[in-house]
């Protein structure tokens, strides 16, 4: 099988704090992770995608200073949302792949992370 | 530009019967194309997915064809099920590095008995 973890599941946060969010792959190296940002009763919307040992690629729109993306192993990448404002409240959920470049394959999810900031 | 159009945004069926839901993509250059079933509170989970040397696959219940030229590809659940009840999402893979998924706007699937 193929799983990926996320924690924290929810998090509520005071308004200009930060959040810490991570996604680790429990039994697969994962090149490369994507980082989903899904508003209630709305799509999967893709912010950046994330590569162990380079910068992040983020999608238009996404502020990349707001949203820090570390893939710091094979295994785990995390999510920070700086200076955290109550439009940043949403359903952030990670994903992986065992596919690389043209082999694109399976996305695995997280269980996803809640983000309330009050 | 990275576009996948979904539809219809809900669909409601009599238990037994078939639902269909649509997609389309707008790089000819995607090569794959999943779909995931997300039930309320939980993360999505691939049901189907198909690759674009082939037009179709089934798999039980559940097929997926796809029209390259036309650049669109749909789901077909047949016999519903009360538990077929969630939202489905396409996504089509695009190009630039890392093959990303892009997704639908999804589709709320009701299946009454």
């Known amino acids: 099988g193929a799983v990926v973890s996320q924690h924290p599941s929810r998090v509520i946060c005071k308004s200009g704090t930060s959040v810490k969010i991570e996604c680790r792959s429990l039994?697969?190296?994962?090149?490369?992770m994507f980082w989903y940002r899904q508003f209630p009763k709305q799509s999967l919307m893709l912010m950046a995608t994330s590569n162990e040992g380079s910068k992040a690629t983020y999608e238009q729109g996404v502020e990349k200073d707001k949203f820090l993306i570390n893939h710091a192993s094979l295994t785990l990448s995390t999510l920070t949302v700086t200076s955290a404002h109550p439009e940043d409240s949403s359903f952030y959920i990670c994903?992986?792949?065992?596919?690389?470049?043209?082999?694109?394959?399976?996305?695995?999810f997280g269980e996803g992370s809640r983000l309330t900031v009050l | 530009g990275e576009n996948v159009e979904q539809h219809p945004s809900t669909l409601s069926v009599q238990e037994g019967d078939s639902a269909v839901i649509k997609c389309t993509y707008s790089?000819?250059?995607?090569?794959?194309f999943p779909w995931y079933k997300q039930e309320l509170g939980k993360r999505p989970q691939l049901i189907i997915d198909i690759r674009s040397n082939v037009g179709e696959k089934k798999d039980q219940r559940i097929a997926v064809t796809l029209n390259k030229t036309a650049k669109h590809f749909s789901l077909h659940i047949t016999e519903t099920q009360p538990e077929d009840s969630a939202v489905y999402f396409c996504a089509a893979s695009f190009s630039g590095g890392y093959n990303k998924l892009i997704f639908g706007a999804g589709t709320r699937l009701a299946v009454h008995p």
């Open positions: 039994d697969f190296q994962a090149t490369t």
């Open positions: 994903s992986a792949t065992k596919g690389q470049g043209a082999n694109t394959g399976e996305l695995f």
């Open positions: 790089d000819s250059a995607s090569n794959y």
